[in-house]
């Protein structure tokens, strides 16, 4: 199974200001995804990072709130823009492998925006 | 479109019952793929297990099982003899097919049931 690593493991913000979450995979993966997972909530998916070019966002998230990179196949990092204390939530990144249908999660980033 | 049920919200069990988490899906998908996740109070995402759409065999893995029914869309976890350790939130997703287009191999997740073991 790949290794994925997050960092920072949690944060607490200010509201207004930034955070940028860094995800770092051992092997290379095709797929990397961005999810949030807001208190009590199941997860839900915010965006699809593609190497190279801008992501790929579901709807109701932009990339102005949360811009995402990923310049090379097992480093991404996704940026909480503006932050609101709505955005507390944890963030996790997972990775997958082209030809093994399987999804590895990060530990997540537990952040609270005061 | 693609969705994923767990009516079940919360299960509480004592040590050494047998339990069993619903999971039923919708997906007008003819290959796709199935997954449980738990998620322990520390809140990392366990992967448990994935099965495609085309092998219907049901699993075991000691004291994991599940059992795939495409006929019902349902694919239900049971865990054998609990323990205290299985105290979790166990998610269940469905995933396209990858080679799709638009939002390929992302997951879609039920809400959970929590699972609490008391002993």
């Known amino acids: 199974s790949a290794v994925i690593s997050q960092k920072p493991s949690r944060d607490i913000c200010q509201r207004g200001t930034s955070l940028t979450i860094q995800c770092q995979v051992d092997?290379?993966?095709?797929?990397m995804f961005w999810y949030r997972q807001q208190p009590g909530q199941s997860l839900t998916l915010i965006a699809t990072?593609?190497?190279?070019?801008?992501?790929?966002?579901e709807s109701g998230f932009v990339i102005d709130k949360f811009p995402i990179s990923r310049p090379n196949l097992t480093f991404s990092t996704l940026t909480v823009s503006n932050m609101s204390p709505e955005d507390s939530s944890i963030y996790l990144c997972?990775?997958?492998?082209?030809?093994?249908?399987?999804?590895?999660f990060g530990p997540g980033t537990r952040l609270t925006v005061l | 479109a693609q969705k994923v049920t767990q009516a079940q919200t919360e299960i509480s069990v004592v040590e050494k019952e047998d339990v069993t988490l619903d999971c039923v899906y919708e997906?007008?998908?003819?290959?796709?793929?199935l997954f449980w996740y738990k998620q322990p109070p520390s809140g990392e995402l366990v992967f448990l297990i994935r099965?495609?759409?085309?092998?219907?065999q049901n699993e075991i893995s000691g004291r994991y099982s599940w059992n795939f029914q495409k006929s019902t869309s349902s694919f239900n976890f049971t865990i054998t003899a609990s323990q205290v350790v299985d105290s979790a939130v166990y998610f269940c997703?469905?995933?396209?097919?990858?080679?799709?287009?638009?939002?390929?191999?992302?997951?879609?997740f039920g809400k959970g049931t929590k699972l609490s073991v008391k002993p």
């Open positions: 997906t007008r998908d003819t290959t796709y793929y």
């Open positions: 997972s990775g997958g492998r082209v030809g093994v249908n399987e999804q590895f």
């Open positions: 997703a469905l995933s396209k097919e990858r080679g799709y287009g638009g939002s390929q191999g992302n997951l879609i």
């Open positions: 990072a593609n190497q190279g070019s801008e992501a790929t966002y």
């Open positions: 092997s290379q993966v095709t797929m």
């Open positions: 099965r495609n759409s085309f092998d219907e």
